[in-house]
């Protein structure tokens, strides 16, 4: 296959070329803030026990523990993403992060239920700044497509070991100190991050043709009023799954949310199709760019398979086999080991079309899952059957992540980072959100009847069900994902020659029209 192709000099941010040293250090701060937002939510995997106890909560109560970061984070990533394109990512990352520390530090000195609630879903919007703003930097620091490819992939490795090293840091604290530490941690890395971070990153480091118009061009290219109806509609379809598996799906107060949100995203596209391309929060043609689509497909299944495996067996090991919090998570190491050994694998995308990588990713995933839902409801099920599966699955997901992740880096033009970090970011916490509100309600019903929580046969129907959704990626990528596009020059925003200029969108028919309609048509040429 032919080598991938430099960017074009329309595209290329204009900042001079940075030493290989400078670039290592900043992809060292942007796999930092990577960490920061996976750990969040990991470590406190281990101290909700804990929290529980100590501040006298309800089940539902501690579920918002976790779901708030997650609906915040999910939902506000479009406009932060849109943020970075229009502005420079620099001022989005350096604010995101110093406000994950500010908030993280003053969550640590909480000791009510609500206020805690209130500012996890602060610490969601502030972590939601700096994912699609560091990929935004990222890939303008990295412009060569080898060198990107490797940082995109070390960029999102950085998620799967914070997870295994939050359940593990996070039970280290809990059980050593409190669990405020959880909290401190984080404020204690991400302060000095920020700071350091403002005097690092060059501030014309991602200046393009596109975020060099006037401030209040700017502001009307942000599209508010479709990424706010699209932001809505986010936190109620969130809300309304993560409900769901608690209070019923069939109550109000989870079918009104849900509709409402459908409908808001409905409108969302449809007045995306009213407005100049130019300043749409998502552009139409964006889904038209070479196997867009499909990858954001693949983008729901990477943190479905990881949070499920982690709450399935984090619960099963504590609460039922009674091993304690640092043992439990010292047997979830080898995801992390897994995945921080495939996250290197980004320069194969340079040897083999994404697509066999991607397949390979899910077959292995597969086989993992049936591993899984075979074996594990025994405690000496682990080294037969859990463990293998924790490797072999992880690293199957992690080679889908890391390789779709590039190529959809690589479908889309490069002015268009941080609106497709956010696209490919959200698609990631939707699957897990949804997957796990679902997966949730199909052990409920199984232990229904099949001897409760003590058994099984509930985390195997969750596990079948998991690789159901696998199989139906398996075919949808070797039917729908086109190869002929693979390692050719990145499109430019609005190329007529590239293939997504003939799905144009209705707006830009409409002002085609009307610009012909108005001409002066003697003046028109021949």
């Keep these: 296959m032919p080598p991938l192709q430099p960017l074009s000099p329309a595209?290329?941010?204009?900042?001079?070329?940075?030493?290989?040293?400078?670039?290592?250090?900043?992809?060292?701060?942007?796999?930092?803030?990577?960490?920061?937002?996976?750990?969040?939510?990991?470590?406190?995997?281990?101290?909700?026990?804990?929290?529980e106890v100590s501040m006298g909560m309800t089940e539902s109560q501690s579920t918002w523990i976790m779901s708030?970061?997650?609906?915040?984070?999910?939902?506000?990533?479009?406009?932060?993403?849109?943020?970075?394109?229009?502005?420079?990512?620099?001022?989005g990352f350096v604010g995101g992060v110093l406000g994950l520390g500010v908030i993280s530090l003053c969550a640590g000195f909480v000791s009510d239920t609500i206020p805690l609630i209130i500012l996890r879903?602060?610490?969601?919007?502030?972590?939601?700044?700096?994912?699609?703003?560091?990929?935004?930097l990222l890939v303008n620091v990295f412009l060569e497509p080898l060198e990107q490819a490797r940082a995109i992939g070390t960029f999102g490795g950085c998620t799967c070991v914070a997870s295994s090293l939050g359940l593990m840091i996070g039970a280290m604290f809990v059980q050593w100190a409190s669990y405020h530490w959880v909290f401190w941690f984080v404020a204690i890395v991400a302060?000095?991050?920020?700071?350091?971070?403002?005097?690092?990153?060059?501030?014309?480091?991602?200046?393009?043709?596109?975020?060099?118009?006037?401030?209040?061009?700017?502001?009307?290219?942000?599209?508010?009023?479709?990424v706010t109806i699209l932001t809505v509609a986010l936190i109620l379809f969130i809300f309304a799954v993560t409900s769901g598996s608690t209070d019923g799906w069939a109550s109000a107060a989870v079918l009104v949310p849900l509709i409402i949100s459908i409908m808001m995203v409905i409108g969302f596209f449809y007045w995306e199709t009213r407005i100049h391309v130019n300043i749409a929060a998502i552009p139409p043609r964006t889904w038209f760019y070479p196997n867009f689509s499909i990858l954001f497909a693949v983008a729901l299944l990477p943190f479905f398979w990881w949070f499920t495996v982690f709450v399935m067996y984090t619960v099963l090991w504590q609460n039922i086999f009674e091993w304690s919090a640092?043992?439990?998570?010292?047997?979830?190491?080898?995801?992390?080991?897994?995945?921080?050994?495939?996250?290197?694998?980004?320069?194969?995308?340079?040897?083999?079309?994404?697509?066999?990588?991607?397949?390979?990713?899910?077959?292995?995933?597969?086989?993992?899952?049936?591993?899984?839902?075979?074996?594990?409801?025994?405690?000496?099920?682990?080294?037969?059957?859990?463990?293998?599966?924790l490797s072999l699955g992880s690293a199957g997901v992690m080679l889908t992540y890391t390789h779709a992740n590039i190529a959809i880096f690589?479908?889309?033009?490069?002015?268009?980072?941080?609106?497709?970090?956010?696209?490919?970011?959200?698609?990631?916490?939707?699957?897990?959100?949804?997957?796990?509100?679902?997966?949730s309600s199909i052990e409920t019903s199984v232990e229904a009847i099949h001897g409760g929580s003590h058994e099984y046969q509930g985390r195997a129907a969750v596990f079948w069900f998991l690789l159901a959704v696998i199989s139906i990626l398996f075919i949808s990528v070797s039917i729908f994902y086109d190869r002929s596009t693979d390692h050719t020059p990145q499109p430019e925003h609005g190329d007529p020659r590239h293939p997504t200029r003939q799905s144009m969108d209705s707006d830009e028919r409409l002002n085609n029209a009307n610009l012909i309609e108005k001409a002066d048509l003697p003046n028109l040429p021949v």
């Design 191 to 226: 302060v000095p991050t920020a700071l350091a971070c403002a005097f690092i990153i060059p501030p014309e480091i991602a200046t393009t043709k596109d975020n060099l118009e006037p401030a209040a061009a700017k502001w009307k290219s942000l599209d508010l009023l479709g």
């Design 410 to 439: 690589q479908a889309a033009p490069l002015s268009m980072a941080g609106t497709v970090g956010a696209i490919f970011n959200g698609a990631l916490q939707f699957g897990s959100a949804i997957g796990l509100a679902v997966a």
């Design 11 to 51: 595209e290329t941010p204009v900042h001079h070329k940075l030493s290989l040293t400078r670039k290592l250090v900043l992809l060292f701060m942007f796999c930092l803030a990577q960490f920061l937002d996976a750990f969040n939510n990991s470590a406190l995997f281990s101290a909700i026990p804990a929290l």
């Design 121 to 136: 879903a602060l610490t969601g919007i502030a972590a939601s700044m700096t994912i699609p703003s560091a990929l935004a």
């Design 326 to 389: 640092i043992s439990s998570a010292a047997h979830m190491l080898p995801i992390g080991v897994a995945s921080f050994i495939m996250s290197f694998t980004g320069s194969l995308s340079r040897i083999f079309s994404p697509k066999w990588i991607i397949l390979t990713g899910l077959s292995f995933c597969m086989v993992a899952t049936v591993l899984l839902a075979l074996g594990g409801g025994k405690s000496e099920d682990y080294w037969p059957y859990v463990f293998p599966a």
């Design 68 to 91: 708030a970061f997650q609906l915040t984070f999910a939902s506000f990533l479009l406009i932060s993403g849109r943020i970075s394109d229009v502005y420079n990512p620099k001022t």
